[in-house]
């Protein structure tokens, strides 16, 4: 039995709610590679009027997207809620607008959780301690390492003995020291994932990206000219650049990898990035690459942020009879002939593109045209792989059938 096709829309909003426990239309957004992440910065920096100006595609696209999900989330009976943004170091600001469209401003400024999720009080509520925290991590959100730490020296003569000082006090000396050179970038590197990020996370939540962001891009920086090596994947800009969600960096540092097609970790990175990038081309070419040649890889594909891909890939894996991972490109052009229009012609050359590929492609650009020459491709085809002309030939039974 087949599963149900879920709506992307709604695809999308089940992974957030899954990954963060809540809906955010920001995390929607930044997620479905709708906004990259520079963009937001600039327009908490106050440097754009509104913050639609620049995201990718159709604006009423987008406003269809994000009133669907609430319409879905309300189904669900979640509870809404108004969130607001200000300028960066200005809790004072005025509340930053996302767009001239009142409908659509109003869909961006709504939060969705469960009934239940009420926020749990600690054993410091009320008292002083509690509030030097608050403004610690609130100055640390919002950038402000100078106020982080007028507070961080606070809470020393509040209550020396406060069981989150010393992880505080981390947090505000990484917020401080972003402007200093990276001596050791290795090191750094540990650093920021085994202790910074989960300490930000924790304390900080979805708030920690702010921090954390130009903490990686730190490191991109440092790490602009450094060569790949395959014993140290992550001392690399292709992975500190996708961290930092600076996706163009990410794609032109694995590129500027040699022969990076032939590592599995590059070719995983350099998709991510281009999905992101809304190069769809070249990320299916690195998708298709990696399922070629590092088949073991392949449930990679489950983290791509391309919605129909995705779905197309986890009805791969339920298909009868059962198909090998190398063939999943080839079967993606059967069910998705139209990627004939921006997939390039693969080359005659079978140790980069299969066999079966090439015929499919033939096949699929010429679905219109049964000539000849296409009865002579479903015979090739069929004797390159009799299970892919199966499915090839259901498929033509499942267009051809009155619905």
Known sequence: MSTPVIP?????????????????????L?????????????????????????????REHVQQQLTQAADYLQRLGWERET???QVWLNDHSPRLSFSQNNALDRCFHQRYRKPQDQPQLDM???????????????????????????????????????????????????????????????????????????L????????????????????????????????????HASYTAGRAMDWDIARQAVEQAPDWRA?????????????????????LLSWFTLCWRFPQRCDALESSSDTELHQQWIAFLELEPELPMQTFP???????????????????????????????????SNIADPTDEHIALRARLKQQDPVLFQHYLSNIQKQTTPQ
């Open 8 to 28: 992307p829309v709604q695809h999308q909003v089940d992974r957030l709610l899954l990954e963060q426990g809540e809906y955010l239309p920001l995390e929607f």
């Open 30 to 58: 930044l997620q479905e590679g709708r906004l990259n992440y520079a963009d937001y910065e600039a327009w908490r920096n106050g440097e754009l009027n509104t913050l639609d100006e620049v995201l990718f595609g159709d």
């Open 263 to 283: 590592d599995p970790v590059l070719l995983q990175r350099h998709a991510r990035a281009c999905d992101q990038l809304h190069r769809r081309c070249d990320a």
């Open 200 to 235: 930000a996370e924790s304390l900080l939540g979805k708030g920690s990206r702010n921090l954390l962001v130009p903490l990686w891009r730190r490191l991109s920086s440092a790490l602009r000219n450094h060569p790949w090596q395959t014993t140290q994947p992550d001392v």
């Open 124 to 198: 410091f509520t009320d008292a002083p301690a509690t509030n030097r925290v608050n403004g610690i991590t609130r100055a640390l959100v919002n950038r402000n390492a100078a106020e982080a730490r007028r507070q961080l020296d606070g809470l020393y003569d509040t209550a020396p003995d406060h069981v989150r000082l010393g992880e505080l006090e981390r947090l505000v000396e990484a917020a401080e020291n972003l402007d200093a050179p990276v001596i050791d970038a290795a090191t750094d590197m540990q650093l920021l994932q085994e202790t910074l990020t989960p």
């Open 83 to 85: 969130v607001s943004y």
């Open 330 to 364: 080839a079967w993606l052009l059967l069910t998705k002939p139209g990627l004939t229009r921006i997939l390039p012609p693969p080359h005659h050359d079978t140790t980069a593109y299969p066999a079966s590929y090439q015929t499919l492609y033939r096949l699929q």
